[in-house]
């Protein structure tokens, strides 16, 4: 059982290519500690998810399972230990 | 994602870069600039508001602001034209945990003076000033301009509230000379540790107070090496000229058919030659008459004519962006310009006849342009030596003359349709 985090594809040139990634150790408590163990393998994540104050950028959403967290209490959303964790570039553009 | 396509750049080139708000595009040519190959979309998909070429200490390196709506915003360079670009895993420009801002937009990368090679400038939205001393591989925060007590007091303009023109003074490496919408001109005169409002005689239209200390909406401002001391603006309204280095600015719309405006060029041998392309209006925003007309003095300001030849003059609603006009440094003189409809036009005879080098791309909103390697090396057929300045024939300068200029028309009051510059009007 561990948290496993889905990544966009743009962003796949910071995790060699990975669309999925296995946060291995101690389960993490919350999306934002799940997040901080991403940046930990693959650190050229962490800049295009989040600014540089550390908030999520406005045009991504991240989900758990089906629910944006922006709707659940932001990166303090808690976590199940198995639980699936999807980044999103929004419907957003022009 | 659109593969890019490449082009072959040889030393001796000219070289146009165009950012578009949706990808960057490299246009080159050889020294006759007569016909174009572009190569393109980088980086599709992302606003490129920024560009330049670096060729100081034998570099061929090539930089672009990219800014994706999701992803955020990194300065990237290449040094095989465009081949390959960088894409650093830290965003480089970046400002400080404690100052609690984050990135919005890169708005300008600005190679520094020739002989401080290494040295770079990075201005943004929100508006401040980045610095590299090491060629770009790191960046910081200019703290002086960040703490200035008029920062919080400066207001957004339609484009947001960016620092978009960077003008390191070619005699003073002490001095540098910012330009901010909505904030005005700020220079520094100790290297970037105190700033100065540089706004005397600059009008704020849009605000109660026409001439303020601070808060104007300039557009851009240039300024010829030869001539440090000479600076020339395109305000949000208005058009300057400083013989001080910007300690004060003095009227020069002198035959043009509307002193609004955004993008502003200077002659690369000429410092009393300057180019703009009038707007009508902040409401409109288009080329006025449906004319897409470039505007040159040669005389400093004292005179404007009209440049049309190979130029629409006809149901020609354009918009050329404060960024998007540059000159090469041939002899004669390369001018381009690109429009939000995603033209790019080029003048390869100093602007007296222009033709389309390509149509059909996204909204322009960066132009720069250069020769690759050393200009000597650029094949101009029938060029005179690159040193000798432009011959100033008065061209077109007296029947510019005799038309009424915009602060002619201002000083009879004959204001024309009172919306276009009403009390409503809106700043960018």
């Known amino acids: ?94 | 994602m659109a593969t890019p396509r490449q082009i072959q750049v040889k030393d001796g080139d000219a070289l146009v870069l165009v950012g578009t708000m949706k990808g960057a595009f490299l246009v080159r040519s050889n020294g006759a600039r007569a016909r174009w190959e572009v190569g393109g979309p980088h980086f599709a998909g992302q606003a490129v508001y920024a560009m330049a070429y670096d060729g100081r200490a034998g570099r061929r390196r090539l930089w672009a602001g990219t800014g994706s709506m999701h992803w955020g915003a990194v300065l990237r360079s290449s040094d095989d034209m465009g081949k390959t670009w960088t894409n650093p895993e830290a965003a480089n420009v970046r400002f400080p945990a404690e100052s609690g801002v984050s990135l919005k937009q890169i708005w300008q990368v600005r190679p520094g003076r020739n002989e401080e090679p290494d040295m770079l400038y990075c201005g943004v939205e929100p508006a401040a000033l980045f610095e590299s001393r090491d060629a770009g591989a790191t960046w910081t925060l200019n703290q002086g301009l960040f703490d200035h007590p008029h920062r919080p007091l400066w207001q957004p303009g339609g484009g947001g509230l960016c620092l978009h023109t960077i003008v390191p003074d070619a005699a003073n490496r002490r001095r540098l000379l910012v330009a901010i919408s909505s904030g005005g001109c700020y220079r520094t005169d100790d290297g970037g540790r105190t700033w100065q409002p540089r706004n005397q005689g600059v009008r704020a239209d849009f605000l109660p107070d026409k001439n303020p200390e601070f808060g104007q909406c300039v557009h851009k401002v240039v300024q010829h090496p030869a001539r440090p001391e000479r600076l020339f603006l395109q305000n949000h309204w208005g058009l300057y000229r400083s013989d001080d280095a910007g300690d004060s600015w003095r009227d020069i719309a002198n035959g043009v058919p509307s002193d609004f405006g955004f993008a502003m060029a200077i002659h690369p041998h000429d410092p009393d030659t300057v180019y703009i392309v009038p707007i009508e209006s902040d409401e409109f925003r288009c080329t006025p008459e449906g004319k897409l007309r470039v505007y040159r003095t040669r005389n400093a300001g004292d005179s404007w004519e009209a440049l049309t030849r190979g130029l629409p003059q006809k149901d020609a609603l354009e918009t050329v962006l404060r960024d998007a006009m540059a000159t090469d440094p041939l002899n004669p003189a390369g001018i381009y310009f690109g429009t939000r409809s995603g033209q790019l036009w080029g003048s390869s005879d100093g602007g007296a006849s222009w033709s389309l080098i390509r149509g059909g791309l996204p909204p322009i909103v960066c132009v720069k342009a250069a020769v690759v390697g050393e200009v000597a090396k650029a094949r101009v057929p029938g060029a005179r030596a690159a040193a000798t300045p432009a011959a100033r024939r008065p061209r077109g300068g007296k029947t510019a003359a005799r038309r009424p200029s915009a602060r002619a028309k201002r000083a009879k009051g004959a204001r024309r349709a009172a919306p276009r510059r009403g009390a409503a009007r809106k700043k960018k």
């Open chain 1, 1 to 94: 059982v561990a948290v496993v985090i889905h990544i966009p594809g743009y962003v796949r040139e910071f995790t060699g290519g990975l669309g999925r990634v296995t946060l291995a150790g101690p389960s993490p408590a919350t999306v934002g500690e799940a997040l901080t163990a991403l940046w930990a393998l693959h650190p050229g994540v962490r800049d295009r998810v989040v600014t540089e104050q550390g908030a999520v950028r406005p045009h991504v959403n991240v989900f758990v399972g089906v629910e944006s967290i922006r709707f659940t209490g932001g990166l303090a959303t808690p976590l199940a230990a198995d639980a699936e964790i999807s980044i999103v570039p929004a419907v957003s553009g022009g």
